[in-house]
């Protein structure tokens, strides 16, 4: 992959009442339709009751239009 006008994107998902198993199986559905050469990391956080994963991948101008 061509570092050449790639741009830092992420995609969240928060809830409060969903369990982090949900939660990570949606960040983990979503990272494995982007492909693992387009994938950064993945972080999580909880502040009280409302959960939050992070999805960090590269982007480009063939893909901004692409639903990821």
């Not at 990391?41 to 990821?68: E, M, T």
């Amino acid at each position: 992959m061509s570092t050449a006008n790639l741009t830092v994107r992420y995609k969240f998902f928060r809830h409060t009442l969903a369990t982090w198993e949900t939660l990570f199986s949606e960040a983990a559905e979503f990272a494995s339709r982007i492909g693992r050469e387009r994938l950064i990391g993945i972080s999580q956080s909880q502040w009280g009751a409302d959960a939050v994963v992070a999805v960090w991948y590269w982007d480009g101008p063939r893909n901004a239009d692409s639903g990821f």
